[in-house]
C-alpha cells in the first residue's frame, strides 16, 4: 500500500529564514502524483502544487519551491525568506493507480506544522 | 462559487445520537471522498465513490456509512456517534485525471460527548 512519511513533526524558525519540510513516499505503482498542501489555522486545505511521476524537474513559485527525486523517493518543500503568514501545517499526499477498485486515492503525511517566529 | 460544500460546519451529538453530513460539488467530478483528520494523524480516507451510486470503503470507514445517490452529492452517516468520532471531516472530489487535482470542502467539525 502507498505509504507518505513526513518525519518532522513540528519546525519552528525565525521570519526571513529559509525552511525544508521533507516528504518520502511508498507506492507500487510506475504513475502516480505528488501533492503538497498547506492548513492554515483557519483549516482550509490549499493546493501548492501538483507533480506527476514522470516529471522530475524541480519547480520554483515565488518563495516556494520543491526538490523532486525519484532515486530517494522524496519531494521536498523548501520555502526561502519564510514569512509569518507561512505558518500553517504542510502536508504531503501522494495518490496512484494501485488502490484497487478502479480509484485513485490521496494518501496523506502527518503533517509538519510549521510557526515562524516575528 | 464552483466548489464543494459541506453542511453543516459545526455539530456537537451526544453518544448514540445519529447524524448525516452532506458533501455537495457543482464541478461534474466524478470521484468523491470523506476524510476525518486528527491531531497527528494526518487526513485518513474513510469511504469514496467512483461514481453514482458506487461507494467504497477507505482506510477507517467503520462506524460510517455513505451514500452517493446523485453525482453531485455525497452523504457521510454516524449510525450511533462515539466519542472516538470526534474529529473535523473534511469531503474531496476530483476528476478521473489526478492531474486535475483535488477539491476539499471547508470542513465539519464534530464533536461526540
Known amino acids: 500500500a502507498q505509504k507518505v512519511t513526513q518525519a518532522q513533526t513540528e519546525i519552528s524558525v525565525v521570519e526571513k529564514e529559509d525552511v525544508t519540510l521533507d516528504c518520502v513516499y511508498e507506492?507500487?505503482?510506475?504513475?502516480?502524483?505528488l501533492f503538497w498542501y498547506k492548513q492554515p489555522p483557519s483549516g482550509e486545505l490549499v493546493l501548492l502544487i501538483i507533480?506527476?511521476?514522470?516529471?522530475?524537474q524541480n519547480e520554483i513559485s515565488g518563495r516556494y519551491s520543491w526538490n523532486f527525486q525519484k532515486s530517494t523517493s522524496s519531494f521536498n518543500f523548501t520555502i526561502t525568506a519564510s514569512q509569518v503568514v507561512d505558518s500553517a501545517v504542510y502536508f504531503c499526499?501522494?495518490?496512484?493507480?494501485?488502490?484497487?477498485?478502479?480509484?485513485?486515492?490521496?494518501?496523506f503525511g502527518k503533517g509538519t506544522k510549521l510557526s515562524v517566529i516575528p | 462559487n464552483a466548489g464543494v460544500t459541506q453542511t453543516p460546519k459545526f455539530r456537537v451529538l451526544k453518544t448514540g445520537q445519529s447524524m448525516t453530513l452532506l458533501c455537495a460539488q457543482d464541478m461534474n467530478h466524478e470521484y468523491m471522498y470523506w476524510y476525518r483528520q486528527d491531531p497527528g494523524m494526518g487526513l485518513r480516507l474513510i469511504h469514496y465513490?467512483?461514481?453514482?451510486?458506487?461507494?467504497a470503503k477507505g482506510e477507517v470507514p467503520d462506524g460510517y456509512n455513505v451514500s452517493r445517490l446523485k453525482k453531485q452529492n455525497f452523504l457521510l452517516g454516524l449510525e450511533s456517534a462515539a466519542p472516538s468520532q470526534t474529529s473535523v471531516y473534511f469531503c474531496?472530489?476530483?476528476?478521473?485525471?489526478?492531474?486535475?487535482?483535488?477539491?476539499f470542502g471547508s470542513g465539519t467539525r464534530l464533536t461526540v460527548v
Open positions: 507506492t507500487r505503482d510506475t504513475t502516480y502524483y
Open positions: 474531496a472530489s476530483s476528476y478521473q485525471d489526478q492531474r486535475r487535482g483535488y477539491t
Open positions: 465513490s467512483v461514481g453514482e451510486g458506487t461507494t
Open positions: 507533480r506527476n511521476s514522470f516529471d522530475e
Open positions: 499526499a501522494l495518490s496512484d493507480a494501485y488502490s484497487g477498485a478502479g480509484s485513485y486515492q490521496l494518501t
